[in-house]
């Protein structure tokens, strides 16, 4: 019984070891300071930033 109730144990601590890594993670990957948000938000500055050079140019020609 005592073995049984030591692996039920490891088991639960595997799985809140596991849901804290998601959770860190996520964090990270949505963190609009660093993670894939910013980077992305970045990407489309730049390309609103080319679109509307190239426009300006083609107006004043």
Same mark, same amino acid.
Request: aromatic share 10%; hydrophobic share 45%.
């Given at each position: 019984?005592?073995?049984?109730?030591?692996?039920?144990?490891?088991? $639960?601590? %595997? =799985?809140? &070891?596991? $849901?804290? %890594? =998601?959770? &860190?993670?996520?964090?990270?990957?949505?963190?609009?300071?660093?993670?894939?948000?910013?980077?992305?938000?970045?990407?489309?500055?730049?390309?609103?930033?080319?679109?509307?050079?190239?426009?300006?140019?083609?107006?004043?020609?």
């Amino acid at each position: 019984m005592r073995r049984r109730a030591q692996g039920s144990m490891e088991y $639960l601590f %595997m =799985i809140a &070891i596991a $849901l804290v %890594m =998601i959770v &860190i993670f996520m964090k990270k990957f949505f963190d609009p300071r660093f993670g894939t948000i910013h980077k992305t938000g970045e990407l489309q500055n730049t390309v609103e930033e080319d679109i509307s050079t190239e426009m300006d140019s083609i107006m004043n020609g």
